[in-house]
């Protein structure tokens, strides 16, 4: 008599081979970039953020979504597929209640990127070493004069300190960046890290903690945790800037950030999410072009920071890398 119950058990254990196997040969590969995270890839290459997980699964040597680490190379799902269809049951009409309140609305791909972003401590890591700063600004701010070693470890020493710094919090050594895009702003980037030991008569001194390369003289002294990076709020914005990208970071180990030609002027705020668009030339005879966009965006953009004429921005999705001139919208 044929035993049933194991050649029932033999077909689910093929079907279930059979499936895994189609999958795999479905899948296709992709590197993972700098600052890719599975909802940004899944954004990307399936078009659907919330296809994160069918990524993951197919990858079971990253242990965690966090672990996904530039230069791995991961496999994908077949982009043709779909998620599997829920069955609908017609409910009872007697269960049918209103709504007692109305429901939020659901956070778009790019808010649910952005949050995402927020969480993995990419932005707070970026603000920390990168400052957009009006250059009026810059006579009034704090500024390193010296550096010495003393008994207690290296020591630096400045001036112009004002008196809202506090003994005992932690500053960041800020230098010019030698590129500035915006005449009437800076971009700063960070070369140390010290902690306020005293300040007196506008001058203080600060114990280094870490340094990437000496500080020198004229270099400004500023808070090292930028405010605004633990208080955004993703909101995807419908109203029309005019701006470009003034300048792309592409050398960040977490993504591309960019300095966009609108700020506060324009109603720009922080959090705010906007597109860009690529610039191209379509050539009208001899040596002559004009400037042309297309109608899709090449991805979009969270505002970090902003300043009156001018903001910084980090990439949450890009199509098509970014570059200076691109069009925000």
Do not use: C
């Not at 250059?135 to 008994?151: C, G, K, M, P, T």
């Not at 400045?158 to 710094?165: F, L, T």
């Amino acid at each position: 008599m044929p035993n049933h119950k194991h050649s029932l058990s033999t077909y689910a254990l093929i079907a279930v081979i059979s499936t895994a196997s189609l999958q795999a040969v479905n899948a296709a590969s992709y590197t993972v970039r700098p600052g890719d995270s599975f909802s940004a890839i899944a954004d990307r290459e399936l078009g659907d953020a919330s296809r994160w997980r069918e990524i993951w699964s197919l990858n079971p040597q990253v242990r965690t979504p966090e672990s996904l680490s530039a230069g791995t190379r991961i496999q994908l799902p077949d982009g043709r597929m779909q998620p599997a269809p829920r069955m609908e049951t017609q409910p009872d009409a007697s269960s049918i209640q209103p709504p007692a309140t109305q429901q939020p609305s659901k956070p778009s791909a790019s808010e649910m990127l952005a949050r995402e972003e927020i969480s993995s401590g990419r932005l707070a890591r970026f603000m920390a070493h990168y400052r957009l700063m009006p250059a009026s600004s810059i006579s009034s701010a704090a500024r390193f004069v010296a550096q010495r070693s003393e008994a207690n470890g290296e020591a630096i020493y400045a001036e112009n300190v004002g008196s809202h710094y506090g003994v005992g919090q932690t500053f960041g050594v800020f230098r010019e960046d030698s590129n500035q895009p915006i005449s009437d702003y800076r971009i700063l980037k960070r070369v140390a890290l010290a902690r306020l030991d005293y300040v007196a008569d506008n001058k203080a001194k600060f114990l280094l903690l870490n340094q990437a390369s000496a500080a020198e003289k004229g270099d400004l002294i500023l808070p090292a945790q930028h405010p605004a990076s633990t208080s955004l709020n993703p909101t995807e914005v419908t109203k029309q800037i005019s701006a470009r990208l003034k300048r792309v970071y592409h050398e960040t180990p977490d993504g591309y950030f960019a300095l966009i030609d609108a700020g506060l002027e324009s109603g720009v705020q922080p959090g705010q999410i906007y597109h860009y668009f690529k610039k191209d030339f379509v050539r009208q005879g001899g040596d002559q072009a004009i400037e042309e966009f297309p109608t899709q965006p090449g991805g979009s953009l969270m505002i970090l920071s902003t300043e009156s004429g001018a903001s910084l921005a980090k990439i949450i999705t890009s199509r098509a890398v970014p570059a200076a001139d691109d069009r925000v919208q």
